[in-house]
């Protein structure tokens, strides 16, 4: 299982990004996928994640209001759009894969993460 994350840079304060989540070895559809992030000498937080099949999502209190996690099935990628962005955004980001279905906001229950994807927000 490979997870391919992309789509990071340097933005200002206010301005948007949108982070990609290529999956390949498995298909994202049957699986949770989540979005986390951290910062250098802080655990890794919570961002959001997509249930398998429906597609319900669920995002952490810090970000609910300004992301998006989307799912496009024929391309097996997962998506995090960000608006509003806000300077303590700033973190690497790591896409993440899971078959658990109860403690989704944790990362311990994902067995596959993505690489990360440098996201830096300027005042």
């Known amino acids: 299982v490979q997870l391919q994350a992309s789509g990071g840079g340097l933005v200002q304060a206010g301005e948007s990004l949108k982070l990609s989540c290529a999956a390949s070895g498995r298909t994202v559809s049957n699986y949770v996928m989540s979005w986390f992030r951290q910062v250098p000498g802080k655990e890794r937080e919570f961002v959001a994640f997509?249930?398998?099949?429906?597609?319900?999502?669920y995002y952490g209190d810090s970000v609910k209001g300004r992301f998006t996690i989307s799912r496009d099935n024929a391309k097996n990628t997962v998506y995090l759009q960000m608006n509003s962005l806000k300077p303590e955004d700033t973190a690497v980001y790591y896409c993440?894969?899971?078959?658990?279905?109860?403690?989704?906001?944790?990362?311990?229950?994902?067995?596959?993460w993505g690489q990360g994807t440098q996201v830096t927000v300027s005042s």
């Open positions: 997509i249930r398998r099949n429906v597609g319900s999502t």
């Open positions: 993440a894969l899971s078959s658990a279905v109860s403690g989704l906001s944790g990362s311990s229950v994902y067995a596959y």
